[in-house]
């Protein structure tokens, strides 16, 4: 059994809107409908969405029962950083469930096959991301502004969600996450490789699973749902 957590928490400062950028019309629907459509079709059994406090009822109201989510179990607060949110997710979560699945809802081009492979690959290696090769040349840059060296850019990939994992193995790792009092955290593959020392299995996403952050990836955005 599977439980998704769907990150809503953004404020759209980023954006230059006065609107939370998971309300932010996307076509014909508000973008965090996109992910959340393609959950609800999946074999997923639970959705958890985490959001901002002051939006938990609009978007109880306009998003979940409007489009009719039925999946979607608990809409909770967020936290103060990313691992806060993910952390109350997880609280909220069906214990019985095994799986636990963390997807950012400002990314609403999330396939039903990255979720079948991600379900796949945890269950044999417990912890997953889909993530893509990058594509341009990544230079590491001195405190001055000067490139000190250039990895291997065949080694190199660019991280997304959703990222899965065993739902024991994610309790352990906020367990000792809180205990060291760490904050320099910008997702969950770093608190359980750190953490559990457990290795995350890279899985194939897209390079239209983006995250739309900026008014430039909404444009990227709007674009890829009429070529589709």
Do not use: W
Request: charged residues 30%; contains cysteine.
């Amino acid at each position: 059994m599977v439980s998704a957590i769907v990150l809503a928490a953004g404020s759209g400062s980023r954006m230059r809107l006065k609107t939370a950028k998971q309300f932010i019309s996307v076509g014909e629907y508000p973008l965090i409908y996109y992910a959340l459509k393609t959950f609800e079709a999946s074999i997923v059994d639970e959705i958890i969405v985490v959001t901002r406090k002051e939006d938990i009822e609009y978007l109880k109201k306009e998003i979940v029962e409007r489009y009719h989510f039925t999946k979607v179990r608990r809409i909770v607060a967020g936290g103060k950083e990313r691992y806060d949110s993910v952390e109350n997710g997880i609280k909220a979560c069906d214990k019985r469930n095994k799986i636990i699945m963390i997807h950012d809802g400002a990314r609403p081009f999330i396939t039903n096959k990255m979720i079948l492979d991600s379900i796949s690959a945890t269950r044999r290696y417990k912890a997953c991301t889909v993530a893509m090769p990058v594509k341009d040349t990544i230079k590491v840059v001195d405190n001055a502004g000067f490139g000190v060296s250039t990895p291997d850019r065949s080694t190199l990939y660019q991280i997304q969600t959703p990222q899965t994992f065993d739902r024991d193995l994610l309790l352990e790792a906020y367990d000792r996450l809180r205990a060291s009092g760490d904050r320099d955290i910008t997702d969950d593959t770093m608190i359980v490789e750190r953490y559990i020392d457990q290795k995350v299995k890279i899985i194939e996403g897209s390079y239209e699973n983006i995250k739309v952050t900026t008014p430039e990836d909404l444009l990227v955005a709007k674009a890829l749902l009429k070529s589709r």
